[in-house]
């Protein structure tokens, strides 16, 4: 814990993923239930971890460049 860091939680979103809850669908992930967040209906498929992946990676390249 000494030692100083960055710590993220990402939280890939798409629009209607906390369907109505929060404020008409908008809000917060954790506005979501926690039942239905973690539920398996709602997990990734291994290709569409590896796309986001992918994408952030790429996004996180270009911001090295600069």
């Known amino acids: 814990m000494g030692d100083a860091h960055l710590h993220w939680h990402l ?7 906390i369907e109505k809850y929060g404020n008409n669908g908008k809000g917060p992930v954790w506005w979501y239930p926690m039942e239905k967040m973690y539920s398996e209906d709602n997990r990734p498929t291994e290709q569409q ?3 986001m992946k992918e ?12």
């Open 55 to 66: 994408k952030l990676k790429y996004e996180l390249e270009k911001l090295m460049v600069n």
């Open 49 to 51: 971890l590896e796309q």
């Open 11 to 17: 939280y890939p979103r798409v629009n209607g993923d």
